[in-house]
C-alpha cells in the first residue's frame, strides 16, 4: 500500500488520532497551520472530491461539525477546506478535508 493516509488507517503510521467511527478517521496535521488543524479522511481510500461517494462527504462534514465543537471552536468559527489537485494545492492524493481554527482566518486565501 503506497497511499500515506490508507498507512495512517492501517496503524501502519503514527498519528494523532482525535476522532474516530466506521466511516472516518481524523487526526492533527502534522505541520499545524493554525491553533487547531484536523485532518477528516474518509477510511475507504478516494483519490480526491472529484471521485467521492456523497456518503463520505456527509460523514466528514459530521465529524469535522463534532471535532470543531469538541475542540471549542462552534462560537468563534472554524474553516473547512478540501484541496483538489495541482492548483488546489492537494499534496496527498487521499481524499481528506482540513479543520482549521484557533485564529482569524484571512480571505481570499493564497
Ligand atoms: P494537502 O496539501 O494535500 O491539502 O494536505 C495534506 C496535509 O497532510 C498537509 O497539511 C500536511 O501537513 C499533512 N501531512 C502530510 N504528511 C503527514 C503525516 O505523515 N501525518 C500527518 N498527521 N499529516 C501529514
Ligand atoms: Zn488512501
Not at 472529484?50 to 462527504?57: F, G
Not at 470543531?68 to 484541496?83: T, Y
Request: contains cysteine; negative net charge; charged residues 25%.
Amino acid at each position: 500500500m503506497n497511499c500515506l493516509f490508507c498507512r495512517i488507517i492501517a496503524g501502519e503510521i503514527p498519528s494523532a488520532k482525535v476522532y474516530e467511527d466506521e466511516y472516518v478517521l481524523a487526526f492533527r496535521d502534522i505541520d499545524p497551520q493554525a491553533p487547531v488543524h484536523v485532518l477528516v479522511i474518509p477510511k475507504k481510500h478516494a483519490d480526491s472530491v472529484l471521485d467521492a461517494e456523497p456518503e463520505m462527504l456527509v460523514r466528514m462534514t459530521e465529524a469535522a461539525k463534532k471535532i470543531a465543537s469538541d475542540e471549542g471552536l462552534a462560537e468563534k468559527g472554524f474553516r473547512l477546506v478540501i484541496n483538489t489537485g495541482e492548483e488546489g494545492g492537494q499534496s496527498v492524493k487521499h481524499l481528506h478535508m482540513h479543520l482549521l481554527g484557533g485564529r482569524s482566518m484571512q480571505w481570499p486565501p493564497g
